[in-house]
T-cell receptor
Framework: DADVTQTPRNRITKTGKRIMLECSQTKGHDRMYWYRQDPGLGLRLIYYSFDVKDINKGEISDGYSVSRQAQAKFSLSLESAIPNQTALYFC???????????FGSGTRLTVV | ELKVEQNPLFLSMQEGKNYTIYCNYSTTSDRLYWYRQDPGKSLESLFVLLSNGAVKQEGRLMASLDTKARLSTLHITAAVHDLSATYFCAVDGIGTSGSRLTFGEGTQLTVNP
């Protein structure tokens, strides 16, 4: 099983719909992140969490919300999806013992 | 605000040739990461550079970090087609807000026969 699992892998949704992207990890890492990737751009940070009670906005948090339900689970919600939120979304964790980040396989979201 | 710039953004090279990708960043940090991404795939970790002067090599790729110049390089030696991918550098914004990565725009590398 992958260390960081994202569901769904692909999703097409309509403008105005609420959608949740889920991320779970098996490594016991406290720190989890949500990034967005647009074509020709690097990844941009949406939200991050250093533990269950800690949630922080990244550089592009508008239009998104998150929930850290447990150490292993970090969900990203689009309350009312719009077409410019069409992108590839990645969840990641950070290992404090070796400073390494582990990325999930990504969720390709299309808003029509 | 931490900014990370890579150049070139597009690189087309012939097999067997050498080239260097540059990553400049705007504020103090001593943790820098290099990733590879194939089309439609996730990020594969290549190197983690944790101190000034750090140099790491894996196969045909070698990465270095100069924290005083705020510069990292990814050197490709004798390129082969399998190295075709997009390469990202990312800087860890250590500080009161803790660890989080800021990415460069990526360098799309194409190695031609």
């Amino acid at each position: 099983d992958a260390d960081v699992t994202q569901t769904p892998r692909n999703r097409i949704t309509k403008t105005g719909k609420r959608i949740m992207l889920e991320c779970s990890q098996t490594k016991g890492h406290d720190r989890m992140y949500w990034y967005r990737q647009d074509p020709g751009l690097g990844l941009r940070l949406i939200y991050y969490s250093f533990d269950v009670k800690d949630i922080n906005k990244g550089e592009i948090s508008d239009g998104y919300s998150v929930s850290r339900q447990a150490q292993a689970k970090f969900s990203l919600s689009l309350e009312s999806a719009i077409p410019n939120q069409t992108a590839l979304y990645f969840c990641a964790t950070w290992d404090t013992s070796n400073y390494g980040y582990t990325f999930g396989s990504g969720t390709r979201l299309t808003v029509v | 605000e931490l900014k990370v710039e890579q150049n070139p953004l597009f690189l087309s090279m012939q097999e067997g040739k050498n080239y260097t990708i540059y990553c400049n960043y705007s504020t103090t940090s001593d943790r820098l990461y290099w990733y590879r991404q194939d089309p439609g795939k996730s990020l594969e970790s290549l190197f983690v550079l944790l101190s000034n002067g750090a140099v790491k090599q894996e196969g045909r790729l070698m990465a270095s970090l100069d924290t005083k110049a705020r510069l990292s390089t990814l050197h490709i030696t004798a390129a082969v087609h399998d190295l075709s991918a997009t390469y990202f550098c990312a800087v860890d914004g250590i500080g009161t807000s803790g660890s989080r990565l800021t990415f460069g725009e990526g360098t799309q590398l194409t190695v031609n026969p």
